[in-house]
């Protein structure tokens, strides 16, 4: 298992639980800390300077580990469903965007709340949103591009709660490189158990957002981190986890403290594995 952590693109100075500002200082310090990847967060896929953060991950040893899309959401307020037109039109532009991205820099792209909520308008039926995530799907097959879903509770989303949500829309949508951006927060709000459904899900999970209840950072909170990560690590789990936590007191500090926890707690993994 790698380590990765959110950073968002130079051009977003808007609220969302990564480092922004600059890749440079971002970079030097999570590489720094024990971070391998980098989980890119963009709002608009034309403003994204391919070439300095193709430099920058080189010069200082990082790599891309997924594109996602959360301040295209927080910020512009795109959803691909929507009940405005113009705004569905804009939200799918990006979207074809980011596939372009992903495909130049071969990663997978996530689609978490950017989805949209299912309403009973046009553009936002239960209907639509197969639709368009098969219209995002074949468009990444042209690619070769892997799509994420992330399954998240109720009170961010209307739509694919559980990590059985997940897998039944993954059958629905048909698109062998589909796949489950995992977030531990939200299983542990919408799972009667973690690392059952960690288990039930084997193989089809591509991404793990990582934090402990309330998004702190892990080992401050109540969730069985020390056993998701035993967990992972006893399927076979050999991807990236991200950290989505609050940047408390700030990204610096909040990195380093779940980089200090996380890596400790891969190498207990790793250990018990090897001699059990």
Same mark, same amino acid.
Not at 63 to 82: C, D, N, R, W, Y
């Given at each position: 298992?790698?380590l990765?952590?959110p950073?968002?693109e130079?051009?977003y100075?808007?609220?969302v639980k990564?480092?922004?500002?600059?890749?440079?200082?971002?970079?030097? &310090?999570? $590489?720094? $800390?024990?971070?391998?990847?980098?989980?890119l967060l963009?709002? !608009?896929?034309?403003?994204?300077?391919?070439?300095?953060?193709?430099?920058?991950?080189?010069?200082?040893?990082?790599?891309?580990a997924v594109?996602?899309t &959360?301040?295209?959401?927080?910020?512009e307020?795109l959803f691909?469903?929507h *009940?405005?037109p113009? !705004?569905?039109r804009?939200?799918?532009?990006?979207?074809?965007?980011?596939i372009a991205?992903c495909?130049?820099?071969e990663?997978p792209a996530?689609?978490?709340k950017?989805r949209?909520?299912?309403?009973?308008?046009?553009?936002c039926?239960?209907?639509?949103?197969?639709?368009?995530?098969? /219209?995002v799907?074949?468009?990444?097959?042209s690619?070769g591009v892997?799509?994420?879903?992330?399954?998240?509770n109720?009170? !961010?989303i209307? !739509?694919?709660?559980?990590?059985?949500?997940g897998?039944d829309?993954?059958?629905?949508?048909?698109y062998e490189?589909?796949?489950?951006?995992? /977030?531990i927060?939200?299983?542990?709000i919408?799972?009667?158990s973690?690392?059952?459904?960690?288990?039930?899900?084997?193989?089809?999970?591509?991404?793990?957002h990582?934090?402990?209840?309330?998004?702190?950072v *892990?080992? /401050?909170?109540?969730?069985?981190?020390g056993?998701?990560?035993?967990?992972?690590?006893e399927?076979?789990y050999s991807?990236?986890?991200?950290?989505?936590? /609050?940047?408390?007191?700030d990204?610096?500090?909040?990195s380093g403290r779940?980089?200090?926890?996380?890596?400790?707690?891969?190498? &207990?993994a790793?250990s018990?594995?090897?001699?059990?």
């Amino acid at each position: 298992m790698k380590l990765a952590y959110p950073v968002a693109e130079p051009a977003y100075t808007g609220k969302v639980k990564a480092y922004t500002g600059g890749y440079e200082a971002a970079f030097s &310090s999570l $590489q720094k $800390q024990g971070y391998q990847g980098v989980e890119l967060l963009i709002a !608009n896929p034309d403003t994204v300077q391919r070439e300095i953060l193709m430099e920058q991950l080189e010069r200082i040893g990082l790599k891309l580990a997924v594109i996602g899309t &959360s301040p295209m959401q927080i910020g512009e307020k795109l959803f691909l469903l929507h *009940p405005d037109p113009e !705004n569905r039109r804009e939200a799918r532009r990006r979207m074809s965007g980011l596939i372009a991205l992903c495909a130049e820099f071969e990663v997978p792209a996530v689609i978490g709340k950017y989805r949209g909520q299912i309403a009973d308008a046009p553009g936002c039926r239960e209907g639509d949103l197969e639709a368009v995530l098969k /219209d995002v799907c074949a468009e990444a097959s042209s690619f070769g591009v892997p799509v994420l879903i992330e399954p998240q509770n109720a009170t !961010n989303i209307n !739509n694919i709660h559980t990590i059985q949500d997940g897998l039944d829309w993954i059958q629905r949508i048909g698109y062998e490189k589909m796949g489950l951006l995992a /977030d531990i927060y939200h299983m542990g709000i919408t799972e009667h158990s973690i690392v059952d459904s960690l288990r039930h899900a084997s193989g089809h999970i591509g991404f793990i957002h990582m934090s402990d209840s309330d998004r702190k950072v *892990p080992g /401050d909170g109540t969730l069985p981190i020390g056993d998701v990560v035993k967990t992972l690590e006893e399927t076979g789990y050999s991807g990236y986890i991200s950290l989505e936590i /609050d940047q408390i007191p700030d990204p610096v500090t909040a990195s380093g403290r779940s980089a200090s926890f996380l890596l400790a707690s891969v190498a &207990s993994a790793e250990s018990a594995v090897i001699h059990a």
